[in-house]
């Protein structure tokens, strides 16, 4: 393959579901000349509440559809199947890149509040392995850090419901599981790509002081620091293509994914594919 004709090649991103779509359109902002495939496992959400040994095997599954198309960059839009299989998917990709979000993520956190008490939000899974934990007493050991896990913010994500009486009662009683008089909180780190959906509701309840964090920025800066310096930027005047394949509900998919993107999505630009 010409050099060309792999700096065309487009950046895959996945995730269980819409939530992903937060992470692509980072990138999509700060790399608009890229082109981009993205893959939802929609029919397998959530991942969060799975075993280790599933979210591998479908992380696994989903990294072999998008390698099968040909990408030059892998981005895991999915803090779960980041924190359970990034090594697994490293090997199979090698040695294209592949990039998770928790890194991002901690990175995010310990930056805006350095030596601060992190709440972490995310799925059972991901606060099974105290992925994020471990991620910012490596970055920052001065840090303290509480994880709750949130499963009904996904729905909610998903269902669309980010804001109002019902979303307000569900944040609210998940920060009241979480925080106490020992815990003062200084940041709230959204460690699920669906949560960012719900940040002016988190926000608002959390409070004036509390920064809400989450790795869709700093991801695509890591992305863009990894392409340059592979000299692997596209640089055609070409308009970037967008695939969107999911792997149940299309019509869900283009509904819920236009919120995410912030652009009106068609059930006909979603490509419905089997793993
Ligand atoms: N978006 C996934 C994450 O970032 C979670 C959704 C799920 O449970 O599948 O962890």
Redesign the pocket.
Known sequence: MTDHDYKELPIGVF???V??LTVLKAIREALPQENLIYLGDTAR?????KSPASIVRYAVQATKKLQDQGIKLLVIA???ASAVALDVLRDQMHPVPVLG?VEPGATAAVNARPGGSHLVL??EA?VGLGAYRKAIERLDPEAKVREQACELL?SLAEEGWTNGSIADAIVRRYLAEAVDSEFTVDSIILG???FPLLRDTISCIAGEGVDVVDSAITTAAVVEKLLASAGHLRSSDEAATLRLLATDGATRFARVGGQFLGNSLQTSDIQLVDL
């Open positions: 995730d269980s579901g939530g992903g959400l959530p991942y969060g509440t999915c803090n779960t979000v995310a799925t991901t996904v699920c790509t669906h």
